[in-house]
Nanobody, 124 residues
Framework: QVQLVESGGGSVQAGGSLRVSCQAS????????VGWFRQAPGKEREGVAV????????NYADSVKGRFIISQDNAKNALSLEMNSLKPEDTAMYYC?????????????????WGQGTQVTVSS
């Protein structure tokens, strides 16, 4: 059974930083595209950052380039997202996801496995 469990969300003021993490069981990150997505109230889920677990360059949404960093620890089957210079528009539920299709896409439809999400709230 595949399980993805996020942690580390919270509230922060604009300009601050947060780190969210995702622990996986039942799948092996190193053989899949893995990434972070977010969904704000009333909006569609969107890709934030994705990476191939076996190595390679990450793909970031334009809105987070230069501010967010995705990283993986294959030994621990864990994925993280370091979020810096946070803005109120970054407020959303953040989800980690894993899929098999390559190249790794920012489209949520390419990912079969999802965590339950962790809330990130940025106040102005």
């Amino acid at each position: 059974q595949v399980q993805l469990v996020e942690s580390g969300g919270g509230s922060v003021q604009a300009g601050g930083s947060l780190r969210v993490s995702c622990q996986a069981s039942g799948i092996i990150y190193s053989r899949r595209c893995v990434g972070w997505f977010r969904q704000a109230p009333g909006k569609e889920r969107e890709g934030v950052a994705v990476i191939y677990g076996g190595g390679g360059a990450a793909n970031y949404a334009d809105s987070v380039k230069g501010r967010f960093i995705i990283s993986q620890d294959n030994a621990k089957n864990a994925l993280s997202l370091e979020m810096n210079s946070l803005k109120p528009e970054d407020t959303a539920m953040y989800y980690c996801a894993a899929g098999r299709l390559t190249p790794c896409s920012l489209s949520p439809g390419s990912y079969a496995y999802w965590g339950q999400g962790t809330q990130v709230t940025v106040s102005s």
